[in-house]
């Protein structure tokens, strides 16, 4: 079985740039997770999608990070413009089901550097 | 909100040996699941163990095993016979029995030493 697939796996970019992340969950898996990991941190959830339909964004940025699950299959994570304090790596995590009971799988992650 | 807590920035172990890694957490809800996670140098995530909140008995899976300790909140990871492949960033994680979002600690970065 494929495993949640992430790209581009790194990324170097200037302040104020944009930069576009894609996630490409298991198949099947209806819950989809954006997590930023800043270096020495705990990861810390962005988003959760239940098929194409926002469950929780309360710790998105909202003013600079957008994100996207069309046809509830395939996500973006954007972010405009970038900050410094943005540099981190973007976990994506798919589940079959969006309840407690619904283990999580995690891809490899897109490290970002904002410079 | 709930928090969690790893005191262990780093620790290290022989190999063959025991090692514990703590966590705590804070919360006001009695229904909940405690996670240990292990992140290795290629940063994907994999679920070691997961212990629910109303079960007394502690979870364990082949050499991972933890001590749940609900009064006190907290919920340590024990790895007996370690081995070389255990050398990872291990994060606790806390997940609300009503939803699904996983709080992390900050994690502690384990070195088994041959």
């Known amino acids: 079985e494929a495993g949640v697939a992430q790209s581009p796996r790194y990324k170097i970019i200037e302040k104020r740039q944009s930069v576009a992340f894609w996630c490409n969950p298991i198949s099947g898996h209806a819950t989809l997770y954006w997590y930023q990991q800043i270096l020495g941190q705990g990861p810390k959830l962005l988003i959760q999608f239940q098929n194409n339909g926002v469950v929780d964004d309360s710790q998105l940025p909202k003013d600079r990070f957008s994100a996207e699950r069309l046809k509830g299959v395939d996500s973006t994570l954007k972010i405009q413009p970038a900050k410094l304090e943005d540099s981190a790596v973007y976990l994506c995590?798919?589940?079959?089901?969006?309840?407690?009971?619904?283990?999580?799988?995690f891809g490899e992650g897109s490290r970002l550097t904002v410079l | 909100a709930q928090t969690v807590t790893q005191s262990q920035p780093e620790m290290s172990v022989q190999e063959a040996e025991t090692v514990t890694l703590s966590c705590t957490y804070d919360t006001s809800e009695s229904d909940y699941y405690l996670f240990w996670y292990k992140q290795p140098p290629s940063r994907q995530m994999i679920l070691v163990i997961r212990?629910?909140?109303?079960?007394?008995q502690n979870a364990t899976e082949n050499r991972f095993s933890v001590n749940f300790q609900k009064a006190a909140k907290s919920f340590s990871l024990k790895i007996s016979d370690s081995q070389l492949g255990d050398a990872a960033m291990y994060f606790c994680a806390y997940r609300s029995y009503l939803g699904s979002r996983l709080t992390f600690g900050e994690g502690t970065q384990l070195t088994v030493n041959p």
């Open positions: 995590a798919s589940s079959l089901e969006g309840g407690p009971n619904g283990e999580l799988f």
């Open positions: 212990q629910e909140a109303y079960k007394q």
